[in-house]
């Protein structure tokens, strides 16, 4: 079955602090895994695509086969990085299979 | 390029009434995927659709949903004899080709009210 999970609703950090929004995915063959985000009811857009390897705005994920992750991670966490934050899976026909996806919440 | 455009923002339908979902996908773009965004969850995958030709449409609910994509204009979701529970953020994507790697551009979606 193909499927993404990401644990966390609610994820709530102070400025400076690091982030980690945890990411699992469970797909038969070789996967294409991205990050998107979503700020304030807004269009979804690309973050990050693990093809890629680069790093967005400060955030990093790396593609962890062995334990099926996809964690996406920054060291010091902005107020401006307050959003929704979907894990996305790319199925057959390129069709995106997306997590619940996490409120990441940066107090000041 | 003005991006993938999605009409109406909002839409508020009786229930029983039909529903109209527009999207104009990216110039150059001829792939166009459908999701829905009920309250609380996430994105949920509906239809894939290529020039006057649906590729995949194993999201669709069996009745009253359908979606199209003619060879002119936009791509349409339609939903006929809409119900509470279709209230929800529609969002379509476009992309310049159907494979795995990504490269979609989402609209701003239609935000559907049932009343």
């Known amino acids: 079955a193909q499927r993404v999970t990401q644990p966390e609703k609610l994820l709530s950090v102070f400025k400076g602090a690091p982030v980690e929004l945890k990411c699992n995915y469970s797909?038969?063959?070789?996967?294409?895994l991205f990050w998107y985000v979503q700020y304030s009811r807004q269009r979804l857009q690309l973050l990050l695509r693990h093809i890629s390897r680069e790093s967005i705005k400060g955030f990093t994920a790396d593609l962890n086969k062995g334990e099926t992750s996809f964690h996406l991670k920054k060291p010091f966490a902005q107020e401006e990085d307050s959003a929704m934050y979907y894990c996305?899976?790319?199925?057959?026909?390129?069709?995106?299979?997306f997590g619940q996806g996490t409120t990441l919440q940066v107090k000041p | 390029n003005a991006g993938v455009m999605q009409n109406p923002r909002h839409l508020v339908r009786r229930r029983g009434q039909e529903a109209r979902l527009r999207c104009s996908p990216m110039k150059g773009h001829s792939h166009v995927y459908w999701y829905r965004q009920l309250p609380e969850e996430g994105l949920k995958f509906m239809v894939y659709?290529?020039?006057?030709?649906?590729?995949?449409e194993s999201g669709m609910p069996k009745e009253r949903f359908s979606a199209e994509f003619p060879k002119e204009g936009p791509s349409i979701l339609r939903i006929q004899q809409v119900v509470r529970g279709d209230s929800a953020a529609y969002f379509c994507?476009?992309?310049?080709?159907?494979?795995?790697?990504?490269?979609?551009?989402f609209g701003s979606g239609t935000r559907l009210t049932v009343v």
């Open positions: 797909y038969s063959g070789s996967p294409e």
């Open positions: 996305a899976l790319s199925g057959t026909t390129g069709k995106l299979i």
């Open positions: 994507a476009s992309s310049p080709r159907g494979d795995r790697e990504g490269g979609y551009t």
């Open positions: 659709l290529q020039k006057e030709n649906i590729i995949d």
